[in-house]
């Protein structure tokens, strides 16, 4: 391959499926964790590191505008993941 975007596309490609397979195992992770004996410090370290592994994966596109109808969806979009962290 010529151009190193051709060389991102095609490993983009390739490991697709390898990352919903990451995000399956750790969204079960997710709802199978437990304290064990765990401070809460512990606990909640391992918690949160699965949460922005999660995040991390996410292919939302970039925001460039300051809309309030924006703002509002946002908004939402955060109180729904706080809530899928609570569940």
């Given amino acids: 391959m010529k151009a ?3 060389i ?3 490993l983009d490609k390739r490991f697709a ?3 919903g397979s990451r995000k399956y195992h750790l969204n079960k992770q997710t709802y ?3 304290q ?3 401070s809460i410090s512990d606990y909640y370290t ?3 590191g699965v949460w922005e592994e999660l995040e991390s994966m996410s292919d ?3 925001i460039t505008t300051n809309a309030e109808d924006v703002t509002q969806f946002l908004a939402c979009f ?3 993941m706080a809530e899928h962290r609570l569940f």
């Fill in 17 to 19: 499926i390898a990352n």
């Fill in 32 to 34: 199978t964790l437990k």
């Fill in 8 to 10: 991102w596309s095609q």
């Fill in 78 to 80: 955060h109180k729904q």
């Fill in 36 to 38: 064990d004996g765990q």
């Fill in 46 to 48: 391992k918690m949160k």
């Fill in 4 to 6: 190193a975007a051709e």
């Fill in 60 to 62: 939302l596109p970039c």
